[in-house]
């Protein structure tokens, strides 16, 4: 089942977490800074983690530079 999310990132944060707002939104906390692509690393990551999958099948399809990204979870 491919299914694509909306993440709003929060970088830098004290502590990594995932909050679920609603079945295609979330709020992902990672500590790591947005420097050489080491935030998207994190959330992909976590990601991963969450649902339960391996990183590789983890996406992100847009906002690579940006806050708020579309992620699609294969």
């Known amino acids: 089942m491919i299914m694509k999310i909306f ?3 929060k970088p830098g944060a004290k502590k990594e977490e995932i909050v679920k707002i609603d079945e295609t939104h979330y709020i ?3 500590k790591e800074p947005p420097v050489n692509g080491r935030a ?3 959330i992909i ?3 991963a983690v969450y649902f339960k999958t391996s990183p590789p099948r983890v ?3 847009s ?3 940006s806050k ?3 992620v699609e979870i294969l």
């Open 40 to 42: 998207n690393a994190a």
């Open 7 to 9: 993440v709003k990132v």
């Open 45 to 47: 990551k976590a990601l």
């Open 59 to 61: 996406n992100i399809l």
């Open 63 to 65: 906002g690579q530079t």
């Open 28 to 30: 992902v906390s990672v």
């Open 68 to 70: 708020q990204k579309i």
